[in-house]
């Protein structure tokens, strides 16, 4: 049973930083991209940031570029998405998410994701 589990969310001042965490099982993670989202209340989930399978790839959406990281340790089956200098309008439930095919090199497309964890809330404020 594929198990992606968010942690790391809180409450920081604009400025601030923290580092989320997604814990997966139940598939070979070493063969799945992965990705982050976020989604903000009365708004669309979006697409936030990807990795390719080795962690040798990665992409961001540009109001996040240079500000955020996102990571992989693929011993630990986990991925983490480091994020700094954050903005009240990075407010937002953080999912992350597994593409549906193994060494999808499609990575950057919102549509090749099928699983997402249940989310961690990240609260900005100014």
């Known amino acids: 049973q594929v198990q992606l589990v968010e942690s790391g969310g809180g409450s920081v001042q604009a400025g601030g930083s923290l580092r989320l965490s997604c814990a997966t099982s139940?598939?070979?993670?070493?063969?799945?991209?992965m990705g982050w989202f976020r989604q903000a209340p009365g708004k669309e989930r979006e697409f936030v940031a990807a990795s390719s399978w080795s962690g040798s790839r990665t992409t961001y959406i540009d109001s996040v570029k240079g500000r955020f990281t996102i990571s992989r340790d693929n011993a630990k089956n986990t991925v983490y998405l480091q994020m700094s200098d954050l903005k009240p309008e990075d407010t937002a439930n953080y999912y992350c998410?597994?593409?549906?095919?193994?060494?999808?090199?499609?990575?950057?497309?919102?549509?090749?994701?099928?699983?997402w964890g249940q989310g961690t809330q990240v609260t900005v404020s100014s």
């Open positions: 998410a597994k593409t549906s095919r193994i060494y999808d090199s499609q990575y950057y497309r919102p549509e090749a994701y099928d699983r």
């Open positions: 139940g598939f070979t993670f070493s063969m799945f991209a």
